[in-house]
Nanobody, 123 residues
Framework: QVQLVESGGGLVQAGSSLRLSCAAS????????MGWFRQAPGKEREIVAA????????FYADFVNDRFTISRDNAKNMVYLQMNSLKPEDTAVYYC????????????????WGRGTQVTVSS
């Protein structure tokens, strides 16, 4: 079992930066691929970024456009999403997800999910 708790969301102005954190508990964290998703009001959940457990594979959605960076610290059981140049359209609830296979994460079929953290970007 892996439990995930997101933090770091908030209200910021367009052009600002935020770093989201996801704290994971469970003995198998280092063997899990991790991902960040988001869901805006009235829209479907979409993947933002994913990272393999051995860090050599990273995936980013097209809309990220080099503005976001996913990283992880297996020693601390943490995964991060550094978001720069935020836009109003980035407003959403951001979720952390974990699964042994990065392919399942990129398909939105991760086994474990956090409860989310709200990110609001004002214009």
């Amino acid at each position: 079992q892996v439990q995930l708790v997101e933090s770091g969301g908030g209200l910021v102005q367009a052009g600002s930066s935020l770093r989201l954190s996801c704290a994971a508990s469970g003995r198998t964290f280092s063997q899990q691929a991790m991902g960040w998703f988001r869901q805006a009001p009235g829209k479907e959940r979409e993947i933002v970024a994913a990272i393999s457990w051995y860090v050599s594979t990273k995936f980013y959605a097209d809309f990220v456009n080099d503005r976001f960076t996913i990283s992880r610290d297996n020693a601390k059981n943490m995964v991060y999403l550094q978001m720069n140049s935020l836009k109003p359209e980035d407003t959403a609830v951001y979720y952390c997800a974990a699964d042994p296979l990065i392919q399942r994460i990129t398909r939105g079929a991760a086994e474990y999910w956090g409860r989310g953290t709200q990110v609001t970007v004002s214009s």
